[in-house]
């Protein structure tokens, strides 16, 4: 038996409460991630790109209406530092299928039962699940995902959704520093698009969610290291 079943999902995406089926195999996921990172690496392609085209073809039971999650948008004031700790070149297209499973299928499992998934965000008549406003790309380009005006669900706290940017770096940086192009391009994005926001009140993922080590254990300083949030803040 294979772990992703194509033809079970396929008619799966199709029923209205299909996100209830996606914990347990997002559990599955996480326990082959623990036994084999290689065979969960490939797990994950297999069961994005299958969502990805499934998205891209309509097949997925969405809400053309629901929660006007934009309604709660605040003043930008905070902004929070990702990484999306995937290999560059992520597509927004495959983004918005990753997040689709992990973000908002075990949200709607969890708290909307019986509601279609909706995310209050449409690109040319289709909804988006992006979390992040910026992704920056490894040769310092920022790319632009969600416009100021709608929420990301990023932080894993609500409030600070509601009034923060999220900028995520498109690569994985568990155990690297970002090269000098990137870090700049973020604080000339900051300073050139958010100047109202304070140092103060930029932070890394981690520092809202500590459950994540988001955007990774090298962006803050200790003892013996001085973190890239310091040099990023410097640059600002
Ligand atoms: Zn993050």
Known sequence: MPLF????????LREPRWYEAVPPLLAVMEIESRRDRAAAAKLKEEIYSFVEQQLASGEVALGQTGKAWDAARAPIDTIV????????????????????MRLYAPAYAKNYAGELVYSDHWREEK???????????????AERLLLDQEVGWQAG?????CRSVAIA???????SVPAPAVLSA????????????????I???REINPKTSCPSDLFLSSFDHQGWKEKLLEMI
């Open 81 to 100: 530092i990702h990484h999306t700790s995937l290999p560059p070149g992520l597509t927004p297209a495959r983004l918005s299928a990753i997040e689709l």
């Open 169 to 175: 770096i498109d690569d994985d940086h568990e155990a």
């Open 203 to 205: 932070f890394g993922h």
């Open 127 to 141: 909804l988006v699940f992006w979390p992040y406003h910026w992704l920056i790309r490894t040769d310092g380009t």
């Open 186 to 201: 973020i604080a000339k994005l900051i300073r050139e698009q958010y100047p109202q926001v304070s140092k103060e009140r």
């Open 5 to 12: 079943d194509p033809a079970f999902w396929k008619n799966k």
């Open 157 to 161: 706290d609500w409030a600070i959704n």
